[in-house]
């Protein structure tokens, strides 16, 4: 397994351990599943957009960084309406979701482990 997949794997248990957390602790558990599920999707468009960044980046490499670009601002973009919806329509408590997003985020630094560059 390499340092991504472990870092996807970190991701997936530690997001687990907190919805299990939040559920058990708080009874939250719709919106700790709610963050997880977020910050499932986030990890799905950040895959994506590093595959197309790196196919782009074999033709011209100014191309790859414009994706990356892009790709980080229709993320953001994204997860503030995923956010919103939670919130506001769906009426889920703020703290649970978001912090079970922030805990799933934290495990994509040991992908970083080892690397000098984010392209490395």
């Known amino acids: 397994m390499n340092g991504q997949e472990k870092a996807v794997w970190l991701q997936g248990g530690l ?7 939040f559920g058990m602790i708080q009874g939250e558990w719709l919106s700790a599943l709610f963050g997880f599920g977020i910050g499932v999707a986030n990890l799905a468009m950040l895959s994506v957009g590093f595959r197309l960044a790196n196919e782009r980046a074999k033709e ?25 919806l939670g919130m506001a329509l769906v009426g889920l408590a703020p703290m649970p979701m978001v912090l079970t997003f922030v805990v799933m985020q934290l495990g994509n630094l040991f992908s970083l482990q080892g690397k000098r560059r984010l392209t490395d």
């Open 15 to 21: 997001g687990l351990l907190a919805v299990v957390g």
């Open 60 to 84: 011209d490499p100014k191309a790859g960084m414009t994706v990356l670009y892009i790709s980080a601002v229709i993320r953001f973009i994204l997860l503030a309406v995923f956010f919103a």
